[in-house]
Structure formats: C-alpha cells, structure tokens
Nanobody, 119 residues
Framework: VQLQASGGGLVQPGGSLRLSCAAS????????MRWYRQAPGKQRELVAS???????NYADSVKGRFTISRDNAKKTMYLQMNSLVPEDTAVYYC??????????????WGQGTLVTVSS
C-alpha cells in the first residue's frame, strides 16, 4: 500500500493550490484521512481531517480557506487551499488509516509535497 501526495508548488500570496493524495495497492477500505504540514523549524501540525462518510475538521488557522474532500471510488483525498498566505508555507503530508483486510487497519503516510507561498 502506498500514498502518493502531489500538487505542491510555488504560489503567490492570495493564490490557490489543490493537493491530492492517492492510495494504491491491496486495499480493503480506507477509514480516516488527514493532511498535516510541517513548516521549517516547527513541529508537524494537523491541518484537516475527513472521515469515511465525509465529516471534516480543520485547524483554526485554515478554517474558511482550506477544504478537505475525498473520492472513495478513486481512493483519493484532496485539499483545496485558497487565500494562501506565507505562513502556509510547509511540506504537506497526507495520512490514511487503511484496512488491508476486514480486520487489520494500518497507518500510512505519503511522502510530502512542498507548498511555498511567496511573492
């Protein structure tokens, strides 16, 4: 099982980006999925989470600007990031709790994708 994060890049303040996180491999089902980020010199922080049925939660710093979503058929999670500010600059990591069979959940992490917000 692998998680592949993509969509990062350089964007100007006020701009938008959409991150994707695709799961692949022998997957029975996917439970909770999350986006984390780690800025230079700072600890990794939870940005947003989404349950199997679409319930979401956000860090206060991104509420109203970021939207997390998922496509269960495509085994893919997204993070739409709008009104970006320099403080959003970080490596963004995706996480998923994946059942490889009916009874065995495991935690998986993507490799990270760099988002740089700068003029």
């Amino acid at each position: 099982v692998q998680l592949q994060a993509s969509g990062g890049g350089l964007v100007q303040p006020g701009g938008s980006l959409r991150l994707s996180c695709a799961a692949s491999g022998s997957i029975f089902s996917i439970s909770g999925m999350r986006w984390y980020r780690q800025a230079p010199g700072k600890q990794r922080e939870l940005v947003a989470s989404i349950t199997t049925f679409g319930s979401t939660n956000y860090a206060d710093s991104v509420k109203g600007r970021f939207t997390i979503s998922r496509d269960n058929a495509k085994k893919t999670m997204y993070l739409q990031m709008n009104s970006l500010v320099p403080e959003d600059t970080a490596v963004y990591y995706c996480y998923a709790n994946i059942f490889v069979n009916r009874n065995t959940p495991k935690d998986y992490w993507g490799q990270g994708t760099l988002v740089t917000v700068s003029s």
